[in-house]
């Protein structure tokens, strides 16, 4: 199989998985409320079930993000170094940045409340912060790159609403506005607009790998 035609199977498993991985989050979610009804999903956050009963599903469902964000990545790095690519090349690199944060969100807990901070629960939230930085940058990059096509104008503007949306949203945390009451539902919504992204704006991002070909 030459190089062309590995792209293409490449890109149509890509953008699949682009499709499957968001809905498997969304659905490990729900099971898992359902299946621990002691805890209030607008106060629980993701993380806090992960940590708890049945917290399996919650991993595979951010292992499953973290697959699609490397697919994603894998394509936009296996551009060729043309002139005009090299943003592809980079928001790439930040999505493989963002897929290894995820991988360590499934793997360490984020620290129970009332405990003492833990080795697990200092891995987790770093990587919340830089999963989160990290991943509103490519929103923002992605955004230059597709407002200027006509064709892709809508991917890249939903782009720039899950940038100002994730903008808003750390302004809140560094400024300790959070809604505690609220916190489940809040990162719920955060999370939504990003599996979203994914659906939307990662098939986008291929096939626009694909035309500068």
Known sequence: MNRPQLFSVSSKLA????????AVMVAADIFTIMLNRIFNPLKQTISGYAAGSYGWLE???????????????????NTKNKEGLNRLRLIGALLVIVAIGFLLLGI???????TLASFHGVIHHFSVISVSVVFYLSCLMTMSLMVKRR???????????????????????????????????????????????????????????????
């Open 15 to 22: 953008t699949a998985v682009c499709y499957i991985a968001p």
């Open 59 to 77: 991993k595979m469902g951010m292992v499953m993000v973290a697959v699609s964000f490397f697919f994603i990545a894998i394509n936009l790095l």
């Open 108 to 114: 360490f807990n984020t620290n129970v409340i009332g």
């Open 151 to 213: 064709a892709f104008r809508f991917f890249g503007l939903y782009s720039g609403l899950t940038f100002l949306l994730g903008l808003i949203v750390l302004i809140f945390i560094v400024s300790g506005h959070i809604i505690k009451d609220y916190v489940g539902l809040e990162e719920r919504v955060i999370a939504g607009f990003n599996l979203i992204w994914i659906v939307l704006v990662g098939p986008q991002l291929i096939k626009l790998a694909n035309l500068l070909q």
